[in-house]
């Protein structure tokens, strides 16, 4: 008796070793294929975000903030209270922020930081105290959606060494300006001259 419950517990581990050495053969012989399916997923991923970056670059869009203008009772003394206290680099109209663009690192954009005089009518026909530029590609395309979408237009697309510009109203009364820039220019105005 004590022979065949040897032999039969004996048996009992081999089969348990068996199913363990399967298990273990299986799972390793996944590993190669889940790593060449990771990659190959990666690897999608990366086409789709390209062909996704392709197509919004030939779509006519913002693409971030160029601008924020404010009125102020004493323009000079607000920018200089920016200079001195949060150390803004200091130009003729506030101050340059520099920046790198998110899907293109190696090319420099910039924004421009600007307090207004509180009689200023650069933001007319808009009541508000600010106005917000944003930094867009391929403003004639863009503006013909505008206007086939009802927007209103203030004027035409001015040109100018640094881009060309435009503005529109929001259905809130806010004046924006939409710039398609041309950042050259301001690396070379402003070089060592930036808030980064």
């Not at 008796?1 to 799972?27: P, Q, Y």
């Not at 975000?49 to 392709?54: C, G, I, N, V, W």
């Not at 920046?99 to 924004?111: Q, S, T």
């Not at 009802?150 to 259905?171: C, N, Q, R, T």
Request: hydrophobic letters at 35%; charged letters at 30%.
């Amino acid at each position: 008796m004590g022979t065949t419950n040897s032999f039969l517990n004996l048996k009992i581990a081999m089969r348990k070793a068996l199913f363990l050495f399967f298990i273990l053969n299986l799972v390793l012989a996944c590993r190669p294929q889940q790593k060449d399916q990771n990659k190959k997923s990666m690897e999608k991923n990366t086409e789709k975000e390209h062909k996704a970056t392709t197509a919004d670059n030939d779509q006519p869009r913002v693409t971030g903030i160029g601008g924020i203008f404010f009125k102020s009772s004493d323009p000079v003394k607000t920018r200089e209270w920016y200079y001195k206290n949060l150390s803004l680099a200091e130009n003729d109209y506030g101050s340059m922020f520099e920046f790198r663009e998110g899907r293109n690192p190696d090319k420099v954009a910039y924004l421009q930081w600007s307090p207004f005089d509180e009689k200023t009518t650069y933001f007319e026909p808009s009541d508000k105290d600010f106005m917000i530029n944003y930094r867009v590609v391929h403003i004639e395309k863009l503006l013909e959606r505008l206007k086939e979408n009802g927007v209103k237009v203030l004027d035409s697309i001015a040109a100018y060494e640094y881009g060309k510009f435009v503005h529109i109203m929001d259905p809130d009364g806010n004046k924006i300006e939409l710039w398609e820039p041309v950042d050259t220019v301001f690396t070379g105005l402003y070089e060592g001259k930036t808030t980064r």
